[in-house]
């Protein structure tokens, strides 16, 4: 199996995504004591306590989009507008994410699929990667295509 | 909870504005002698200080009442995000009700600058670009998304709260303006508009509150502080129902039965409009109205002044401006005087159960929210 052709170095948060054959997803922390799976590694477990340790799981691969507002007035580094939202994940959690807009935007409720994409400019100029939903199906959904960053 | 009755005795208020030549130390001085004066208090009375901000940095109060040269006092800081206000004259009333003393002081004041409020806390949801207006129009879109609810509910309420601070001297912004203009205005985060979030702004509020027996034995006079709730949703990264503001339920079912009523005794009411479809959101969470209903509220004017619970008379934050700290303690000062009926040009017409509710945080409710019931004798 090839090396992801997703680029994960410039993350706009440390170990928020990662990537494998199947594409893109978002880091789940599973806890070793009570298998809790919690967004990103936590130190602590919130359901169980436990500070002994979380596997990184992937999580969120595809999801269903509970709510989304077109952003204008935004922070700096982002280019304006943006679609943001959240995304119910298959895990029973919840992730706020950048949504596609034109034909990758999905309807509240509907079936949305995770993809890499610059996000921001950091404080250096560089762009930064992060999540974005796309609408299912309105994209080449799932695995992200090998040699074809976004 | 068996706490002492408890009054409001004394409130005092800056205009909120921009206030670029003057130090918050000198407003939040300004609101607490406007408050001393209101009650006919002397510095000696005072035995302790809560103040509340967010940014003004370390022993704020000590630095705005050293200046003021009073005695030895118990201060204390108070940071609870945009609910700090409200926190503070909250824990002022549980200080005198449950006996720690009898006369003491609820400050809030806050310096801001402009543009969206940059939150200290690092969070993977900021670092995304989520912003305050984002947040409550997330729940906005899912509130129309689950009950057809039409982007005029929510920009009727800015209207209103212009057509309440044209009657209202202390408001920052007193011209009216048409539903027309709210939704041609600028957006900001769909379906929000810039006329339906509030804007930065700098000033102090103060509220003097004592003991019955005190207020008694100086025959002096106040509005009853009946009870107050506090409520934070902990686990707000959780799938829950962003339409339905749990903290803002669990505060005011704490409020409604620590004082045996319920939101149709309540009279008039100051709530945290930091945006249009916040409010909107907390008619629902104060039992307004039943879960999806708040439209009707809107469409009938029932919060309108000559409406069944007209709120935010004072305009509101959407017309008074957000100075943090400042906020949940200026709703005291003017729901002190529509039961006190000085309301002048905005006053509810024999107004006598009154209801605070702020909210703070950098998520929708991963802050606080404070409910707090009054009323006049
Ligand atoms: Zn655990």
Redesign the interface.
């Known amino acids: 199996m090839s090396a992801p052709a997703i680029d994960l170095v410039d993350q706009i948060w440390p170990g928020l995504m990662g990537a494998d054959a199947a594409g893109a997803y978002l880091v789940g922390g599973r806890c070793a004591s009570c298998g809790a799976v919690s967004l990103g590694l936590r130190d602590v477990c919130a359901r169980c306590w436990s500070s002994g340790g979380m596997e990184a799981v992937p999580i969120g691969r595809t999801g269903r989009l509970y709510s989304a507002t077109l952003v204008h007035q935004v922070p700096e580094g982002f280019d304006a507008p943006f679609l943001a939202g959240y995304v119910d994940l298959p895990e029973g959690l919840r992730a706020f994410a950048h949504i596609g807009l034109g034909a990758a935007r999905p309807a509240i409720g509907g079936d949305v699929v995770l993809q890499v994409a610059p996000i921001r400019k950091g404080k250096d100029g560089r762009m930064l990667s992060g999540p974005l939903y796309v609408a299912a199906g309105a994209t080449s959904s799932g695995p992200q295509p090998e040699g074809d960053a976004p | 909870m068996n706490l002492r009755p408890v009054r409001i005795v004394g409130v005092g208020l800056t205009s909120f504005d921009k206030h670029d030549d003057r130090s918050v130390e000198s407003l939040a001085r300004e609101a607490v002698i406007a408050a001393m004066r209101d009650g006919g208090l002397e510095r000696t009375d005072i035995q302790a200080a809560y103040t509340a901000h967010l940014y003004q940095g370390e022993v704020f109060g000590q630095r705005v009442l050293r200046e003021l040269a009073f005695p030895e006092i118990m201060v204390i800081n108070v940071e609870n995000a945009c609910a700090g206000g409200s926190t503070a004259v909250r824990d002022a009333w549980l200080a005198i009700g449950t006996g720690q003393c009898d006369v003491a002081l609820a400050i809030g004041a806050e310096k801001m600058g402009r543009g969206?409020i940059s939150f200290v806390s690092a969070d993977?949801?900021?670092?995304?670009?989520?912003?305050a207006?984002?947040q409550y129009?997330?729940?906005?879109?899912?509130h129309m998304?689950e009950f057809g609810t039409s982007p005029e509910a929510f920009a009727r309420i800015a209207v209103k709260s212009r057509a309440h601070a044209a009657r209202n001297p202390n408001a920052r912004f007193r011209d009216t303006v048409s539903l027309e203009e709210v939704m041609q205005s600028?957006?900001?985060?769909?379906?929000l508009t810039l006329l339906q979030c509030c804007r930065n702004g700098s000033g102090a509020a103060a509220v003097v509150l004592a003991s019955d027996d005190w207020v008694r034995r100086r025959g002096a006079a106040g509005v009853r502080i009946l009870s107050s709730g506090l409520a934070s949703i902990m686990?707000d990264?959780?799938?829950r129902d962003?339409t339905s503001f749990g903290a803002t339920r669990a505060a005011a079912r704490i409020a409604y039965d620590g004082a045996g009523l319920g939101p149709e005794d309540v009279d008039v009411i100051e709530l945290h409009d930091a945006f249009t479809v916040g409010e909107f959101l907390h008619y629902e969470g104060l039992g307004l109205c039943a879960k999806g209903e708040a439209t009707r509220l809107v469409m009938d004017e029932e919060t309108t002044l000559g409406g069944r619970t007209p709120v935010n008379l004072s305009g509101g934050l959407l017309a008074k401006s957000h100075p943090l700290g400042a906020t949940g303690v200026a709703q005291f000062v003017e729901l002190t005087w529509q039961l006190r009926g000085a309301a002048t040009g905005r006053q509810v017409e024999g107004a006598r159960i009154a209801l605070a509710h702020s909210q703070g945080g950098t998520g929708l409710e991963a802050g606080a929210t404070c409910v707090t019931l009054l009323a006049r004798d």
């Open positions: 969206l993977v949801e900021l670092a995304l670009g989520s912003t207006p984002a129009a997330l729940a906005g879109n899912r998304h600028r957006p900001i985060a769909e379906p686990a990264k959780e799938p962003l």
